[in-house]
């Protein structure tokens, strides 16, 4: 079974519509992280949670919501996104929020905002 | 300002070689290095990491360097397999960021028969 898994993998929507990505880990790990990759451009982190408390918004956009119910599931709701917004959405998680724990990543979901 | 660049988008090595692929920092702050491989349609893996107490780390065929001076990390893969094509991605972190990874455009590797 796949580590993290990252549902749905592509999503296409308009300006004005209101999603949901979702990730599951079953690592058994605890922190989790939103990072977003855009074309040509590196992998950019967005949200960290740690034992499902936020600990780091890098400056995100408020269009971007997360959500970490528990330390197993991890959601980024989306709302009146840009079309620069279009990306590679991935979700990742590690032992915990700490040095010398490398990430696991999921495979992506791609967005493509009209 | 991006600290972390992978200054060569591409890299095309013959099966059987040393594919060598390159990573500079700026941040004399960061203290572990991670490279990840990443397969089309797929997340990024890790493969091997370093600390910077240490100069040199191997797993298997990969090995990695770091040349704290120069600040430059290096991934070297021998012999060089057609799996291993792929996109490489170096990555550092400092410890007072915890878990902030800073990761560079990325290399693709093609490794050709």
């Known amino acids: 079974e796949t580590g993290v898994t990252q549902t749905p993998r592509h999503l296409v929507m308009g300006m004005t519509n209101k999603k949901s990505l979702k990730c599951e880990q079953h690592l058994g790990h605890n922190a989790m992280y939103w990072y977003k990759q855009s074309a040509k451009k590196p992998l950019e982190l967005m949200f960290v949670?740690?034992?499902?408390?936020?600990?780091e918004n890098n400056s995100v956009p408020s269009r971007f919501s997360p959500e970490c119910p528990n330390s197993s599931h991890l959601f980024l709701h989306l709302h009146t996104l840009q079309p620069e917004d279009s990306a590679l959405y991935l979700c990742?998680?590690?032992?915990?929020?700490?040095?010398?724990?490398?990430?696991?990543f999921g495979d992506g979901t791609r967005l493509s905002i009209l | 300002d991006q600290q972390v660049k992978q200054n060569s988008p591409s890299l095309s090595v013959q099966e059987g070689r040393i594919s060598i692929l390159n990573c500079d920092y700026t941040n004399s702050m960061f203290d572990y290095f991670l490279w990840y491989k990443k397969y089309p349609a797929e997340g990024p893996t890790f493969l091997i990491s370093i600390s910077s107490i240490k100069d040199k780390n191997e797993d298997g065929r990969f090995t990695v360097f770091l040349n704290k001076s120069a600040k430059h990390l290096s991934l070297h893969i021998v012999p060089s397999q057609p799996g291993d094509s792929a996109v490489y991605f170096c990555a550092a972190t400092r410890g007072s960021t915890l878990g902030r990874l800073y990761f560079g455009r990325g290399t693709q590797l093609t490794v050709w028969p």
């Open positions: 949670y740690n034992f499902k408390e936020q600990t």
């Open positions: 990742a998680s590690s032992q915990e929020w700490q040095i010398h724990q490398p990430q696991h």
